[in-house]
C-alpha cells in the first residue's frame, strides 16, 4: 500500500523506532518523556495509516511485525541524518571541502586576492574559491541570491545585509609618465584642463561617482573624456593618451611601475573609499561561511601592511 508521505505524523516514526529500540512501551514512553497511554495512541494512529499492526504485545514487552522490522533500518537511518544535518560537527577549516564565492572589483583581484589565495592554500586547502567582478555580483542578484558569498568593497544597501569595515582606501590621480602636464606642480585650473577617464563597473545600475563628486565639492572642474569598466582598462588607457584617472592608492603602489603611470603632482581633491566586507543573513550563522569571512578579514589586513 502506498502511503503519501505528507499523510504521516512524522513524530510517530520517531515514536516507533524507539518502540522497537527499547522492545517496550513503558521504556518508550520514559525516553520520549510521555506516557504509556500517548504512545499506545500513537502506534494506533499509524497502524491505522501504514494498515499493519506493526508490534503485539508479548509479556511486559512488544514483537515486531514483518512491515515493521522491514521499516526500522530505514526510519533508524533517516533519523540518524536529520540528526547530523541539525547538530552540524565543529568547523574544521582544513577538512573544508566547500566552495565560496568572492566579488571584488578588479583592484582588489590584483591587489588582495593574491594573499586570500595563499591564505586559502594554507588555512584551507580542500575549500574551492571562485572569484567575481562587481558586474557578475548585479547580475547574479547581489548577495541576496544564493551564488556569492561575500563581496569587498563599498557597503551594501538593503534588508538582511551585514557589513564589516575593513579599511580606507585612498585614491591617487595618474598620468603616463611622459605626459606634458608633469614636469611641475599644476596649479587648480591647470588641474581642472586634464581630460579624465572614469571607471564604471556596472553601466545604467545608477552608482553615484564619487570621485566626480569629490572634484565638485572642491570647486575643481573634472572633464570626463571616457569611461571604462574597470580599474586596469583606465590605467591602460592613460599609459597610452594624454588622459588621466583616478586609482586606488594600493593599485598604483603595487602596480603603478608595471602599468606605466606616475601620480600628478597637483592640488587633486582629497578623496578615500571605505571598504568593507559584507554579507546576507543566510550565510550569517553558517560555520564554514564565518571561517571563510575572518580568513579573507586577516590576508586584505596583512596585503595592505606589505
Not at 595618474?174 to 608633469?182: G, I, N, Q, T
Not at 566626480?212 to 582598462?233: E, K
Amino acid at each position: 500500500m502506498s502511503i503519501p508521505i505528507a499523510s504521516l505524523d512524522l513524530n510517530l516514526l520517531l515514536m516507533l523506532h524507539t518502540v522497537l529500540t527499547e522492545r517496550s512501551v513503558a521504556r518508550a514512553a520514559e525516553r520520549l518523556h510521555v506516557t504509556p497511554s500517548a504512545i499506545s495512541n500513537g502506534l494506533a494512529r499509524l497502524r491505522s495509516a501504514l494498515g499493519d499492526p506493526l508490534v503485539t504485545r508479548k509479556g511486559r514487552g512488544i514483537v515486531p511485525t514483518p512491515r515493521a522490522v522491514a521499516l526500522a533500518p530505514a526510519i533508524a537511518r533517516g533519523l540518524r541524518e536529520l540528526e547530523l544535518a541539525i547538530h552540524e560537527a565543529p568547523f574544521e577549516p582544513a577538512s573544508c571541502t566547500r566552495s565560496f564565492t568572492l566579488a571584488v572589483a578588479d583592484a582588489g583581484q590584483l591587489t588582495w586576492v593574491p594573499r586570500i589565495a595563499a591564505s586559502m592554500a594554507a588555512e584551507m586547502p580542500k575549500a574551492h574559491l571562485s572569484v567575481v567582478g562587481i558586474d557578475s555580483l548585479v547580475s547574479l542578484g547581489d548577495l541576496t541570491s544564493s551564488a556569492v558569498d561575500l563581496h569587498i568593497g563599498l557597503a551594501g544597501r538593503g534588508s538582511g545585509l551585514h557589513i564589516a569595515p575593513l579599511l580606507d582606501e585612498r585614491t591617487v590621480l595618474v598620468a603616463r609618465r611622459a605626459h606634458p602636464a608633469l614636469g611641475k606642480r599644476l596649479s587648480a585650473r591647470e588641474l581642472g584642463t586634464l581630460r579624465h577617464v572614469g571607471v564604471e563597473m556596472v553601466p545604467g545600475k545608477g552608482f553615484r561617482d564619487l570621485v566626480g563628486v569629490a572634484y565638485a565639492r572642491s570647486g575643481v572642474r573634472r572633464q570626463l573624456a571616457m569611461t571604462v569598466p574597470s580599474f586596469t582598462a583606465a590605467a591602460a588607457v592613460v599609459a597610452a593618451t594624454d588622459l588621466v584617472a583616478t586609482l586606488p592608492e594600493s593599485l598604483f603602489a603595487g602596480l603603478g611601475t608595471r602599468l606605466g603611470v606616475r601620480t600628478v603632482n597637483a592640488p587633486v581633491p582629497a578623496h578615500s573609499v571605505k571598504i568593507a566586507m559584507c554579507w546576507h543573513d543566510r550565510t550569517h550563522a553558517d560555520p564554514a561561511a564565518r571561517g571563510f569571512r575572518e580568513l579573507v578579514r586577516r590576508a586584505v589586513l596583512a596585503a595592505r601592511q606589505a
